[in-house]
């Protein structure tokens, strides 16, 4: 099981489509409590990419992968507390040419800082934290050209790579989840180990590598029982090797 999530913060001032991405610290450590209270377990990225086969051998119904798009600034400032608080491992797929900028691919969105280098590159030194790519630009990839494709891969990796050392992840999340067979193609012939979408689905060894399912984590999911709940639910779906839920 996958986990997206974005914003982690106690303002509401965005209105409801901001909200729809928002959790708060405290409904951030509930999620974790709720998961564990039923006996999962958060594993890193890392964890996966050094033994894949090892991982799917296991019992991975049993497994959460946390994640985090865009790399606003409040997960420095109000997630990677509780995360270091919590023990719990994540991968922050952030925009590599807008350090320590804003969101301004969705104008419809508050105006939300970026991280910078610098706070990436501490976040990193827990040990818990890992970075991976979510493009260069944030642009929808299956509109580009071919040029610009490769610039939004290739660079986005280069940058990473060069600026956070062992910190970086060779995996990359598709801005605005959005992606066709062109991109998918591209993301195989690239340094990346895995691509992930924001299609609701377990992530099961026969699940496609750049086409990786993840459950969003949002308002609703402040709530304890919800979450409990969702995640009961997915991971029984998860042992029976079955497809999306809700």
């Not at 982690?8 to 489509?17: D, I, L, Y």
Request: glycine residues 8%; hydrophobic residues 40%.
């Amino acid at each position: 099981m996958t986990l997206c999530l974005h914003h982690v913060s106690t303002s509401t001032r965005g209105g409801a489509k901001y909200r729809q991405f928002l959790i708060t610290p405290k409904g951030l450590t509930r999620v974790i409590r709720s998961a564990r209270a039923l006996g999962m377990e958060f594993i890193s990225m890392a964890e996966v990419l050094k033994d894949p086969q090892a991982f799917w051998q296991t019992n991975h119904a049993n497994k959460i992968v946390m994640t985090y798009d865009d790399g606003y600034e409040n997960f420095f400032t109000d997630a990677l507390p509780v995360l270091e608080r919590e023990a719990c491992p994540a991968t922050v797929f952030v925009v590599a040419g807008k350090f320590a900028g804003h969101n301004d691919w969705d104008p419809d969105m508050p105006h939300s800082p970026l991280m910078s280098l610098e706070q990436m590159q501490q976040a990193t030194r827990s040990g818990l934290i890992t970075i991976g790519s979510h493009g260069l630009l944030h642009r929808r990839l299956q509109t580009l050209t071919p040029d610009e494709l490769d610039k939004e891969i290739d660079q986005s990796h280069q940058i990473l790579a060069a600026s956070l050392g062992s910190g970086y992840l060779p995996v990359l999340a598709y801005p605005y989840g959005n992606y066709s067979q062109a991109v998918v193609e591209r993301a195989k012939n690239s340094p990346f180990k895995y691509s992930f979408t924001i299609k609701r689905g377990h992530w099961l060894a026969s699940s496609l590598p750049h086409e990786v399912p993840r459950f969003c984590v949002g308002i609703k999911d402040n709530y304890p029982l919800v979450f409990f709940a969702k995640c009961l639910r997915n991971r029984l779906l998860s042992a029976l090797g079955l497809g999306p839920t809700g």
